[in-house]
């Protein structure tokens, strides 16, 4: 653990001037990502305990896969926040900790595992406070509960997490020491020596390059591609993906739609190809549902829709597979492991996955 340093001073510039002090709070509720928590999170947070009691932070992006967009745990968050403040002079009693999931495609699944996770802290007390700052429309969620007053924040800053995460990947670090508290800018260090960190770095280089490669195309590129959720048995049929990005990461068997092909065709054409799957499994004739999926953030390389299909082979022995194409290994996944965990999976493929097997 990082041992506590003098208090880091507010800053005027991120600042604007007070306005009248809110009634005294029990908790307060502050909801980010936090990858990395910077000097403006921190403001926020000293803020924020002026006014209640205990602060619960609400961490995002939780049991996600590492990319370069989430680089870091939501445990590794939480500890360097924990650091940070404690490095500010705030007692560790006064700062609770909620880990939520993404859920792309479900909105309501995400309010309830945000409300069951403060529930878990408060107890039953509706002395709770929303804190924030509507900036734009990624803040839209402030609004979404109407329970808990909203206190607005008078932090200002320009800062940004995805600036902080440019630096730190383009090796601009002391731009990152200015962007961050020392305890952050020591993890950054520490985590800089890691297998992981030399993974992501690879990775932000190889998506640099791909979107790069489509700069200069007349219109920003929308790409389309299908997606094979197959089912047997109580399995589903997963790949592991060979190369960048995503490397060592389980997905759909799927991929980009070619000129005069159809979606269906698309789907098990690359079912069939990066699987081994028998030409003798007639996947068309399978289709139990089909949905798109075109969450706007969905893939790093690009503007990306899939079209995803769930071919359902019913009860049997496991079809013998044979990893080919570009994937390392393909494999059938007992569904109750595919369904619990979502840190393993590449980019949005858990939320497919658990789109069709949810439904029954």
């Known amino acids: 653990m990082i041992p506590p340093r003098d208090p880091a001073p507010h800053d005027p510039a991120l600042t604007s001037p007070p306005a009248a002090r809110p009634r005294r709070r029990t908790f307060g509720v502050y909801i980010g990502r936090f990858e990395p928590p910077h000097q403006a999170h921190l403001l926020v947070m000293l803020e924020a305990l002026e006014n209640v009691q205990k602060l619960i932070v609400v961490i995002g992006s939780a049991r996600a896969a590492r990319n370069t967009r989430n680089p870091w745990t939501a445990e ?102 200015g962007m961050v508290p020392p305890a952050v800018h020591a993890f950054l260090s520490a985590f800089r020596q890691t297998p992981e960190d030399t993974e992501l770095r690879a990775e932000y280089r190889y998506l640099r390059e791909y979107r790069a490669a489509w700069a200069q195309a007349p219109f920003p590129p929308v790409f389309v591609t299908a997606d094979a959720v197959v089912t047997r048995s109580g399995h589903v049929l997963v790949v592991r993906r060979a190369g960048l990005p995503g490397r060592g990461r389980l997905a759909m068997p799927g991929g980009f739609l070619q000129p005069g092909e159809t979606l269906l065709a698309c789907a098990a054409r690359r079912a069939a190809s990066e699987t081994g799957l028998s030409e003798a499994v007639d996947l068309p004739a399978r289709v139990r549902a089909q949905a798109v999926f075109d969450y706007p953030g969905r893939s790093q390389r690009g503007r990306t829709v899939t079209h995803a299909f769930h071919f359902d082979l019913g009860i049997g022995q496991l079809p013998v597979l044979r990893a080919a194409a570009d994937a390392a290994e393909a494999l059938w996944m007992p569904l109750s492991e595919a369904l619990a965990q979502p840190e393993l999976f590449f980019e949005d493929h858990h939320a497919i996955i658990e789109h069709f097997l949810m439904r029954g």
């Open 76 to 177: 590794e968050r939480q500890e360097v926040i924990t650091a940070m403040l404690l490095e500010a002079g705030v007692p560790r009693s006064r700062v609770l900790f909620v880990h939520v999931r993404d859920y792309f495609y479900n909105e309501g699944l995400w309010l309830s595992e945000v409300q069951a996770g403060v529930a878990g802290h408060t107890h039953g007390s509706g002395d709770v406070a929303l804190i924030g700052h509507l900036k734009d429309e990624s803040s839209y969620y402030l609004r979404s509960f109407p329970a808990w007053e909203f206190i607005p924040t008078h932090v200002v800053s320009p800062l940004s997490a995805t600036d902080v995460r440019t630096a730190y990947f383009e090796d601009r670090l002391e731009a990152v020491r």
